[in-house]
């Protein structure tokens, strides 16, 4: 069954310094979300993306958060300079159509120190 | 804004017993309502989708409810097992993006 990949599972990094996570949807899907989920909290919306451009955002999307996507595959979660309360769990999911069944990836655990 | 609330925090179970999850919302402008499973450490899989115009949705021993005006949605399991042990979420769904509740922990004693 086709599944949405995310890597790293694990990412540790400085405060400060920028990560890039990683993401491939399923392949003949057209809308691409980010969430997040902070140990113990509920999980929050990010971002969507469709047609390469970005649909919705929360407020939780400012300006050091980033999404692309680079080629045909990946769609990527850049967070320019990261800081403690950036430690969470991100989540990547896709659908076929807005509205849709939202697939997720299993998670990338990022851990800022 | 659009809250969702589960109630209960958490459940415990034995096996074989039938069990009811409880999800509400604040606006009733929604576009779907997704119910998903997360175990410790790991994703999101999807169980249940109902779109804003069905009323329920069943996928073998699950059944998903609607009721749009009021609110609310639930969560039926049949037959619980242990392997239905998990956190379950239920996500409304603008057409965008979901907003989460806070999840039920489901313990499903053998």
Sequence with gaps: EPEVTQTPSHQVTQMGQEVILR??????????YWYRQ??????????????????????????????ERPDGSNFTLKIRSTK???????????????GNIQYFGAGTRLSVL | ???????????SVPEGENLVLNCSF?????????????????????????QSSQREQTSGRLNAS??????????????????????????????????FGTGTSLTVIP
């Design chain 2, 26 to 50: 604040t606006d009733s402008a929604i576009y779907n309502l997704q119910w998903f499973r997360q175990d410790p450490g790991k994703g999101l899989t999807s169980l249940l989708l109902i």
């Design chain 1, 38 to 67: 902070i140990l113990g909290q509920k999980v929050e919306f990010l971002v969507s993306f469709y047609n390469n451009e970005i649909s919705e955002k929360s407020e939780i999307f400012d300006d050091q958060f980033s999404v």
């Design chain 2, 66 to 99: 609607l009721d749009k005006s009021s609110g609310r949605s639930t969560l039926y399991i049949a037959a619980s097992q242990p392997g239905d042990s998990a956190t379950y979420l239920c996500a409304v769904g603008t057409g965008n993006q979901f907003y």
């Design chain 1, 23 to 32: 993401c491939v949807p399923i392949s003949n899907h057209l809308y691409f």
């Design chain 1, 84 to 98: 403690l309360e950036d430690s969470a769990m991100y989540f990547c999911a896709s659908s076929g159509a807005g």
């Design chain 2, 1 to 11: 804004k659009q809250e969702v609330t589960q109630i209960p925090a958490a459940l």
